[in-house]
């Protein structure tokens, strides 16, 4: 089955960034590792190795980020993907396939469907939407 990769983002994306922003918003440091795990979807055993290796003994909200740079799950990897170009004003179609991990040929479709040759950032889910992902079901 066939999904726009806007349907992906909105579902499993976006909800995992948002939790973490209301994680940061809603808790006060230092950060307890067990919930940064829960909410970074990250063992709790890399969040103490981490720790040990960076010499952070209770994670503040600079600690955090050091974490977060430093981790291996999907949402940490896409926010240190994104990072590279934060102060970039515009994405190409090969920023948001590097960041998103999507085929290039894919992105270049749809920017190219969209008659752009970059985007800002709030223009980003239009690209999405015309970039088709597959999405296996299985059956009983």
């Known amino acids: ?5 806007k349907h992906i983002y909105m579902q499993n994306i976006s909800p995992k960034l948002m939790g973490i922003d209301l994680f940061l918003k809603t808790n006060d440091a230092p950060y307890d590792p067990i919930e940064v795990a829960l909410i970074l979807g990250m063992p709790t055993q890399e ?4 720790m ?3 010499s952070i003994a209770t994670i503040t909200l600079v600690d955090f980020f050091t974490i977060v740079s430093h981790a291996s799950s999907y949402i940490c990897r896409l926010i240190q993907r994104q990072w590279k170009y934060a102060l970039s004003p515009t994405y190409t179609p090969e920023m948001i396939a590097y960041i998103y991990e999507l ?3 894919k992105v270049q479709d749809a920017f190219q469907t969209l008659g752009k040759c970059y985007i800002a950032p709030d223009e980003i889910m239009d690209v999405f939407t015309h970039i088709p992902t597959t999405i296996l079901v299985f059956g009983n």
């Not at 969040?47 to 981490?50: A, H, K, N, P, V």
Request: glycine share 0%; no cysteine; charged share 25%.
């Open 47 to 50: 969040i103490t190795d981490i």
């Open 52 to 54: 040990k290796e960076h």
């Open 1 to 5: 089955m066939d999904v726009s990769f």
């Open 103 to 105: 085929s290039l040929q």
